[in-house]
Nanobody, 127 residues
Framework: QVQEGASGGGSVQSGGSLRLSCSNSGYTYSRYCLGWFRQAPGKEREGVAA???????TYTDSVKGRFTISQDNAENTLYLQMTSLKPEDTAMYYC?????????????????????WGQGTQVTVSS
């Protein structure tokens, strides 16, 4: 079972776009939630978006309308398409997998639902 790290981060100007990817070759039959989180220096980790195995999505308010979480089940890959990026989006971004069936169908953007974490990828947005 492998929870690989996130990739696709970089430095962009305000208003720019990035697409993050995260390969997850494990937990195929036991994962109920996939999520993206971020942590800026000096701040607590924040849930950004979540998706369940049926494709139902949840977003934190600050990214609604700008970010899109999606999954390619055939490729076992999780994506986060980020548009209209703002300087306050600057953070280390992490992908995570949750295998607790309690959250099936209602994946939250809270740490408690996730038990496998990948290495992060840095996103820096300049004004």
């Amino acid at each position: 079972q492998v929870q690989e790290g996130a990739s696709g981060g970089g430095s962009v100007q305000s208003g720019g776009s990035l697409r993050l990817s995260c390969s997850n070759s494990g937990y195929t039959y036991s994962r109920y939630c996939l999520g993206w989180f971020r942590q800026a220096p000096g701040k607590e980790r924040e849930g950004v978006a979540a998706i369940d195995r049926e494709g139902k999505t949840t977003y934190t308010d600050s990214v609604k309308g700008r970010f899109t979480i999606s999954q390619d089940n055939a490729e076992n890959t999780l994506y986060l398409q980020m548009t209209s990026l703002k300087p306050e989006d600057t953070a280390m971004y992490y992908c995570a997998t949750g295998t607790n069936p309690y959250y099936n169908g209602a994946c939250p953007t809270r740490d408690v639902a996730y038990n496998y974490w990948g290495q992060g990828t840095q996103v820096t947005v300049s004004s």
